[in-house]
């Protein structure tokens, strides 16, 4: 069975101002807007490459990005992977894997793009 990856760069659901502060509310917007772009589309995975990304995201603004995935889970059911640099990038996306596994979703945080791409390709059993 073949498997449709889509692709999301950081820039598509994360808004930073020039002083590098996260539009949380634009940010919550653009994960609905990809939600509903992709609401028929619901059997794909996602990758998310977030490695050029350099925001601080706090440990609220990472549980609510989580919490938005949640609400439109009919498309955010399939794997998720995220892809980060290392540091305190893995640590968020690890927090915010750890939100989206209790809330039953498959979402793995990744600091190599090969190994997310593996995991994605993995057939489940």
């Not at 808004?15 to 609905?32: C, F, H, P, Y």
């Not at 509903?36 to 995975?45: L, P, R």
């Amino acid at each position: 069975m073949a498997t449709t990856i889509r692709h999301i760069m950081a820039r598509d659901f994360l808004e930073v101002t020039a002083d590098g502060i996260i539009n949380m509310d634009t940010s919550r917007q653009l994960i609905v807007d990809i939600a509903k772009a992709e609401h028929h589309h619901a059997d794909y995975e996602l990758l998310i490459d977030l490695r050029d990304t350099q925001s601080e995201l706090t440990v609220t603004n990472v549980y609510q990005l989580a919490a938005e995935l949640c609400k439109h889970g009919t498309t955010f059911r399939r794997k998720v992977a995220l892809v980060v640099t290392p540091g305190i990038n893995f640590n968020q996306a690890d927090f915010f894997e750890t939100c989206a596994h209790n809330r039953g979703f498959f979402v793995n945080a990744y600091t190599d793009y090969e190994t997310a791409l593996r995991w994605i390709l993995e057939v489940d059993e």
